[in-house]
């Protein structure tokens, strides 16, 4: 793997990440809204929505966005039959 390949990977790992914690972050969030209920539990569900939500999508998007980038450069991707075809091949 080049540098090019490796600083990709670790973007869309880094990213990735980050978008999945987030997602558990709101749900945990919505579950003591929930919890809590009344005013309180509202409040908790609408910033978890509004304020952090927000974040988590651009870092999926820009996970999305490296991943797009790393199958072009390596012109591989991991639905690809092309390693099925060249092993039925031999």
Request: no cysteine; hydrophobic share 50%; glycine share 8%.
């Amino acid at each position: 793997m080049n540098n090019l390949q490796k600083t990709l990977t670790n973007i869309f790992g880094i990213f990735v990440s980050i978008s999945v914690l987030g997602g558990v972050v709101v749900f945990v969030a919505y579950v003591i809204g929930i919890i809590i209920g009344g005013d309180t539990g509202a409040a908790i569900m609408v910033t978890a929505w509004k304020e952090l939500s927000p974040y988590f999508i651009k870092s999926a998007t820009l996970a999305i966005l490296s991943g797009l980038i790393l199958f072009y450069v390596t012109n591989q991707h991991t639905l690809s039959l092309k390693e099925e075809k060249k092993k039925a091949n031999s």
